[in-house]
């Protein structure tokens, strides 16, 4: 009986969530190789994604790990808007993740107020591969418009929320905490290792909550378990 009401619930949800607005959700199958599983299954286009942050180490982490993410899922040569009020992103430190700062028009504004309608137009423009807000503060109604336009105009949109007055529910299809960890060198040599992150799911529409550690290293995400490495399957396939 309990199997049999779970069941209706989930068709219940399932068709909800086009009467709310929701379209089905994108995957783009060309990154399948290119990044873990989790974040394959987790990371849809056209569509918003949350990512939270709650201290200046953690917004760090969370500009290295977004902008890794772009270089692995979107093309080469992609155009990408970042519109803030106090810009945390350092734009030559791109290029470790194989981006170029020219790739972004970098929206300076003077007021967090003036992002959310500079946010919505750019997620209406079809140029943009992606469009990145940093936000404090944000209203379902207004995350609702942005996930609407990101269905229209397939461009995808990242809310970078750094410190958040309140944690209330947005119409993303995904929340992330992304916390910094200590890098590691090969046989214990003094000096600084690859960026390694520490990665939490904490909503995902449809999916299952999660968390895991990464680091960015040749250029490609590796996932840590149990400090062993596993590599993308296309390094799999070159080493193995």
């Not at 990154?31 to 994604?49: E, G």
């Not at 970078?160 to 910094?180: F, K």
């Amino acid at each position: 009986m309990g199997g049999c009401t779970n069941d209706i619930i989930k068709q219940l949800q399932k068709a909800i969530l086009p009467w709310q607005g929701f379209k089905s959700l994108s995957i783009n199958t060309n990154t399948s190789s290119r990044l873990p599983s989790f974040l394959h299954q987790a990371l849809a286009t056209s569509c918003m994604h949350e990512i939270l942050s709650a201290s200046p180490e953690d917004i760090a982490a969370t500009n290295g790990f977004v902008t890794a993410l772009l270089s692995r899922i979107m093309p080469p040569g992609a155009v990408y808007a970042w519109i803030s009020s106090s810009r945390t992103l350092f734009p030559p430190a791109l290029k470790m993740f194989q981006l170029e700062p020219d790739q972004f028009i970098f929206i300076d504004l003077k007021h967090e107020k003036d992002v959310l309608p500079a946010m919505e137009d750019a997620l209406k423009c079809e140029r943009f591969a992606t469009v990145l807000g940093e936000l404090r503060d944000i209203s379902f109604s207004q995350s609702r418009r942005f996930q609407l336009a990101t269905e229209q105009s397939k461009v995808t949109g990242f809310i970078l929320r750094h410190q958040p007055r309140l944690l209330n529910t947005l119409a993303c299809v995904s929340r992330w905490r992304i916390t910094s960890l200590p890098s590691s060198t090969d046989h214990e040599i003094p000096g600084v290792g690859f960026p390694r992150w520490n990665i939490e799911l904490l909503k995902l529409r449809n999916g299952k909550p999660g968390a895991w550690k990464l680091e960015w290293s040749a250029n490609h995400f590796k996932e840590i378990r149990e400090n062993v490495f596993l590599l993308p399957e296309e390094q799999r396939r070159k080493t193995g």
